[in-house]
């Protein structure tokens, strides 16, 4: 009960959890959530870090890609999928028909589990309210889960990634689709099986688009 209380409390602080409550000045938002997110102490993976890794991308953006957590190279760098995962979800993106600065790119947790373990539940619910906040604040038009992991920590599900990619959720009345995180295409041991994850990742982003009113 006093977990729920102090849980509700930084929902509050933060002013999370109210989609209809807006403020007039979204990039302020954005930009004070992420310092908020620089200063952050309620886990311990900030003792481990070596950056904060908040998100980045645009305000009101048509697409919200969701990530588990930073990997090394993101966690040197501070920025979001910029390793190998992140190349190749750039090449998504621009096939998509967009730039990176053109959509936001955020993770569950933001700072990185060691050795790019999946976070703890715990974790995750300490850094969600923050990632609450930053959907609140960017409107995004769609969500898109990659992988397992950020589909689950944010639908607070246990679902599988196989069967549920491609299917349409509702996150605060924003569409949420969940589809394979790119390590998952750069992990398959054959050619075909990397050909087979590729298509059905973009059979799932066509979904999207058409979400969108782009396909
Ligand atoms: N994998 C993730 O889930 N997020 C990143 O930012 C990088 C790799």
């Known amino acids: 009960m006093n977990q729920l209380v102090e849980v509700l409390k930084f929902y509050k602080e933060i002013g ?9 000045d979204p990039l302020g938002d954005i930009e004070e959530i992420n310092r908020l997110i620089m200063t952050c102490t309620r886990c311990s993976l900030h003792k481990t870090k070596k950056n ?3 998100g980045e991308g645009r305000m009101r953006p ?18 979001p999928f910029i390793g190998n995962a992140g190349q190749l979800l750039d090449r998504v993106i621009e096939r998509m028909g967009y730039r990176r600065e053109d959509i936001y790119i955020a993770n569950i947790v933001k700072c990185r589990p060691p050795g790019n373990r999946e976070p703890s539940r715990d ?11 930053q959907i609140e604040i960017l409107k995004p038009k769609v969500i898109v889960c990659l992988g397992r992991s950020a589909m689950n920590f944010l639908l ?12 349409l959720f509702d996150f605060k009345g924003i569409p949420l689709i969940p589809t394979f995180h790119p390590s998952y295409i750069l992990h398959q041991k054959t050619k075909e099986a990397t050909s087979k ?14 979400l969108i009113g782009k396909n």
């Open 156 to 167: 607070n599900s246990e679902y599988s990634i196989m069967e549920k990619r491609g299917q």
């Open 197 to 210: 994850a590729k298509w059905e990742m973009w059979e799932d982003m066509q979904k999207v688009l058409q």
């Open 52 to 54: 904060y890794v908040p």
């Open 62 to 79: 048509d697409i919200l890609f969701v990530g588990e957590g930073p990997g090394e190279t993101e966690d040197n760098f501070g920025k």
């Open 16 to 24: 999370a959890g109210f989609i209809e409550t807006r403020t007039p």
């Open 123 to 133: 974790e995750a619910d300490a850094c969600l309210p923050y990632l609450i906040r």
